[in-house]
């Protein structure tokens, strides 16, 4: 047996020799195949032919490496296990190829890739715990508006001259110099005027003026017995003295007076006018209208 692996191997180098020279003759020629390039391939091919023979038989004396007729499972096994990456193997010399180029040579598939790692799926979102009610302060009571104090305007008449009462219309009251309770703005709750109220000197006639009057804070003034002073304010006594400074100095805005011959309303303070007109003009049309109003027994005298 040993014999006859020696012949075997010595067989296989004169055939390798004779191989060689073939090939050299095959890359002299410009062009067996078609290219130079073929024939590179040709060289690699006998090449490959010469190796795979002598391996062939050196593998038949000593069973190292597997025949031809050995399975192609065995082969793959064997051979692609050294070509990672690579389609091709030759199962004698090992050598492996990006193209086949023998039909003995071994196609090595591509290991399948490794399965993709399990997709883990997110863990569901924790439920939060709604937050607590806040607390609402309740909203402050805010206080009823205080009530309105009782209007204390009043309508009132003021005698005096047509031309005058054009004047005052137009523009406003001003207080006059002298008085019952001094100097200030004389009204009487009718539209008329009682003969014992006429001043010769200061009186005018002819025309009434109608006139809303805020009166405010009110003085109740009084006349001492036996005092007749009608022009500075001595005979009106009024909150805390005389007359209008007396009724001022008390925090009052207007005067409420009887001399003895009927009631008479007095303010110092234009701007306590809230509105006026004219009534009437003439002595009997401004009578007829209080006569209509107030009747007979206001409107006489």
């Not at 031309?163 to 406003?172: H, S």
Request: aromatic share 6%; proline share 12%.
């Amino acid at each position: 047996l040993e014999n006859f692996s020696l012949i075997q191997r010595a067989m296989a180098r004169i055939l390798l020799a004779l191989v060689l020279a073939v090939a050299n003759a095959s890359n002299s020629s410009v062009n067996l195949r078609g290219s130079a390039a073929s024939g590179a391939n040709d060289t690699e091919a006998a090449l490959e032919e010469a190796e795979d023979s002598s391996l062939r038989a050196e593998s038949v004396a000593t069973g190292i490496l597997p025949s031809l007729k050995s399975s192609s499972a065995s082969r793959w096994q064997w051979c692609c296990g050294h070509c990672p990456g690579q389609p091709y193997c030759s199962p004698y010399s090992q050598r492996c190829y990006p193209q086949k180029w023998q039909s003995y040579w071994v196609y090595c598939p591509s290991p399948a890739p490794p399965p993709p790692p399990p997709v883990i799926a997110p863990a569901p979102p924790v439920p939060l715990a709604p937050a607590p009610p806040v607390p609402q302060a309740p909203a402050p009571s805010i206080p009823p508006a205080p009530p309105l104090p009782p209007s204390t305007s009043m309508t009132l008449y003021h005698i005096t001259s047509p031309e005058v009462a054009e004047l005052i219309v137009a523009g406003n009251f001003r207080p006059g110099s002298s008085g019952w309770c001094g100097g200030a703005i004389y009204f009487v709750p009718v539209p008329h005027l009682l003969k014992s109220k006429f001043n010769p000197e200061t009186t005018n006639s002819g025309a009434i003026i109608e006139a809303e009057v805020d009166m405010g804070t009110t003085c109740l003034g009084t006349r001492p017995d036996g005092c007749d002073n009608g022009f500075d304010g001595q005979c009106c006594l009024a909150g805390d003295g005389t007359g209008t400074a007396g009724a001022q100095a008390a925090g009052c805005n207007s005067i409420h007076f009887n001399p003895g011959d009927g009631d008479e309303y007095l303010i110092w303070n234009p701007a306590q006018v809230l509105s006026k007109r004219i009534l009437c003009e003439g002595e009997q049309k401004c009578h007829d209208i209080c006569l209509e109003r107030f009747g007979e027994s206001l409107c006489v005298g």
